[in-house]
């Protein structure tokens, strides 16, 4: 039986203007989810309920096989959290930070600290409010993964990033992903990113799932096609063609559930496929919402 | 664990306070120091005295609570494994105890100033030990709203109610009939209305942190 790192069923959660409405999502232990939406999407909210730091108004929520937010205590000594906006105490060194960690976790990693230490290029001496945005999530990152969590929750961590310190960090991510029993949620709104690490990814808008699946899944059942209409045919109206915009006689058709067959029956109804174009995750991830905000309405 | 873990959050608070704990009684000491010069001296010293336990209350809250809070490394210490009461918990007792052993040492050292030194009348050791406990209940009071709420406005209001309360409460104590009659005189006289009045505070002190401990018991969502 898969044993489920994050498991939410039905969770909702109300706010004045914003309301979280019946989540469900599962992440295996060992697999990395990308969990991705627009800002102000709802990713952060269910990641602070995962974190007992806010509690749901209804449905389930376990972490580690753990209910959250009752047995939070236990499954944060398996948590490793990190989010953008979190900061470390600037007027101690990262050393001292070190040794705060160290002393409360039994697992922690001297060796893989130092060497996370070379790799960030991070002076244990220096203060934290003298490093860099870039510094401190480093820094962040290092009191995190030198614990060996089972689960890392990562809330735009490469959110404001310098393009070398974003692909330093997910190095280190990808290399994180050599041990097969961690699991990783990592919530963002850069697509190159997520494409870059995850194995399944989640869409979420306006506090809706809206999709969750493998990411090959999705990078094979997301085409764009464009069609040439001769004059006097009619589009035929197919189930998975979701978004159709026509210029002249060209027509794009946008699906999210592609198969040749779709192909064969635009042929056969007289209309030529000129080209059957992949989509980008940023591509897949805009239309999906599209879709999704449209059908909603 | 949590336990321990509390304990190292504790011990964390009072690193990050120590630099203000020392700067406050350095203050403490030069103000007793001073007030042995002259009578003007020994107001500027009083000043001085107040003024220390005043900024000591404030920024033991502002730093600890306010700031943890509004520069977001409240995230980083609540993902470590303690449950969002133990920190609360652990906050309100390491604010405590960074206050409790400036306040304490500023107690005990002027306390045995005023009876050692000669010229210091022991009549005003009453009045002193209730200024103290109005320190130790304002702070209190600050730091239950500090726990409580995260507004500004709130805050600002409370830092300035409490200031001024102290201009009122020594106003009113030196009207005391039994403070104002003894205060210069070479005995300490303790009467009901000063016990009642200790009492008062200490309860303040006591319902404030309880009610501010009880209330984030309560409370379900911390961000």
């Known amino acids: 039986m898969t044993t489920l790192?994050?498991?939410?069923?039905?969770?909702?959660?109300?706010?004045?203007?914003?309301?979280?409405?019946?989540?469900?999502?599962?992440?295996?232990?060992?697999?990395?989810?990308?969990?991705?939406?627009?800002?102000?999407?709802?990713?952060?909210?269910?990641?602070?309920?995962?974190?007992?730091?806010?509690?749901?108004?209804?449905?389930?929520?376990?972490?580690?096989?753990?209910?959250?937010?009752?047995?939070?205590?236990?499954?944060?000594?398996?948590?490793?959290?990190?989010?953008?906006?979190?900061?470390?105490?600037?007027?101690?060194?990262?050393?001292?930070?070190?040794?705060?960690?160290?002393?409360?976790?039994?697992?922690?990693?001297?060796?893989?600290?130092?060497?996370?230490?070379?790799?960030?290029?991070?002076?244990?001496?220096?203060?934290?409010?003298?490093?860099?945005?870039?510094?401190?999530?480093?820094?962040?990152?290092?009191?995190?993964?030198?614990?060996?969590?089972?689960?890392?929750?990562?809330?735009?961590?490469?959110?404001?990033?310098?393009?070398?310190?974003?692909?330093?960090?997910?190095?280190?991510?990808?290399?994180?992903?050599?041990?097969?029993?961690?699991?990783?949620?990592?919530?963002?709104?850069?697509?190159?990113?997520?494409?870059?690490?995850?194995?399944?990814?989640?869409?979420?808008?306006?506090?809706?799932?809206?999709?969750?699946?493998?990411?090959?899944?999705?990078?094979?059942?997301?085409?764009?096609?464009?069609?040439?209409?001769?004059?006097?045919?009619?589009?035929?109206?197919?189930?998975?063609?979701?978004?159709?915009?026509?210029?002249?006689?060209?027509?794009?058709?946008?699906?999210?559930?592609?198969?040749?067959?779709?192909?064969?029956?635009?042929?056969?109804?007289?209309?030529?496929?000129?080209?059957?174009?992949?989509?980008?995750?940023?591509?897949?991830?805009?239309?999906?919402?599209?879709?999704?905000?449209?059908?909603?309405? | 664990m949590p336990k321990s873990i509390m304990t190292r959050l504790i011990l964390k608070d009072i690193y990050m306070n120590r630099m203000l704990i020392i700067g406050t009684l350095l203050a403490v000491f030069l103000s007793l120091f001073i007030a042995t010069f002259s009578e003007a001296w020994f107001s500027i010293g009083s000043v001085l005295f107040i003024t220390s336990m005043i900024v000591m209350g404030i920024f033991v809250s502002m730093y600890g609570v306010v700031r943890e809070r509004e520069n977001k490394s409240w995230l980083f210490v609540l993902s470590l494994p303690i449950s969002t009461t133990q920190y609360f918990a652990a906050k309100l007792v390491a604010a405590l105890i960074s206050f409790l052993l400036a306040w304490g040492v500023a107690l005990v050292v002027t306390v045995l100033f005023i009876v050692l030194i000669d010229e210091m009348p022991n009549g005003l050791l009453p009045f002193f030990i209730l200024l103290m406990l109005f320190f130790f209940h304002n702070f209190a009071i600050f730091l239950a709203v500090s726990l409580l709420t995260k507004s500004e406005v709130w805050t600002g209001a409370t830092i300035i109610l409490t200031n001024t309360s102290i201009t009122f409460f020594m106003i009113f104590a030196f009207n005391l009939p039994v403070i104002e009659e003894n205060l210069s005189g070479p005995i300490a006289v303790w009467s009901p209305e000063i016990f009642l009045l200790m009492f008062y505070e200490l309860a303040v002190v006591v319902f404030v942190l309880g009610f501010a401990m009880f209330k984030q018991s309560r409370r379900h969502d911390f961000v």
């Not at chain 1, 105490?89 to 070190?98: D, E, P, R």
């Not at chain 1, 960690?101 to 893989?112: G, M």
């Not at chain 1, 060996?148 to 692909?167: F, K």
């Not at chain 1, 026509?246 to 794009?252: E, L, R, S, W």
Request: overall charge negative.
């Open chain 1, 5 to 297: 790192a994050i498991q939410l069923d039905n969770v909702c959660k109300q706010f004045p203007f914003f309301a979280l409405q019946d989540i469900c999502l599962r992440l295996e232990e060992g697999q990395i989810m990308g969990f991705v939406g627009p800002n102000g999407a709802g990713k952060s909210t269910t990641i602070r309920i995962l974190m007992g730091l806010l509690r749901q108004a209804s449905g389930e929520v376990k972490v580690l096989g753990l209910p959250m937010p009752q047995q939070q205590t236990l499954a944060k000594q398996q948590i490793g959290y990190v989010t953008d906006d979190m900061a470390l105490f600037g007027n101690a060194s990262l050393a001292w930070h070190i040794e705060l960690v160290r002393s409360i976790y039994p697992d922690w990693d001297d060796a893989y600290a130092k060497t996370l230490l070379d790799r960030f290029y991070l002076n244990p001496q220096q203060m934290i409010k003298g490093l860099s945005h870039g510094e401190r999530i480093k820094a962040l990152l290092l009191l995190v993964l030198a614990r060996r969590p089972r689960l890392l929750i990562l809330d735009e961590p490469t959110s404001g990033l310098d393009p070398v310190a974003r692909h330093e960090v997910l190095a280190e991510l990808m290399d994180v992903l050599r041990d097969d029993d961690r699991s990783i949620l990592f919530s963002s709104h850069n697509t190159v990113d997520v494409e870059q690490i995850s194995d399944c990814i989640t869409f979420i808008d306006r506090g809706r799932i809206i999709q969750s699946s493998d990411k090959e899944s999705f990078l094979e059942g997301w085409r764009r096609l464009k069609l040439d209409v001769p004059d006097g045919a009619g589009l035929p109206h197919f189930e998975e063609a979701i978004e159709v915009s026509t210029a002249g006689k060209i027509a794009t058709v946008t699906t999210n559930a592609y198969t040749p067959g779709l192909q064969t029956r635009y042929a056969q109804a007289g209309i030529t496929v000129h080209e059957v174009q992949r989509m980008t995750l940023e591509e897949v991830f805009v239309a999906n919402v599209m879709y999704s905000r449209k059908e909603r309405s």
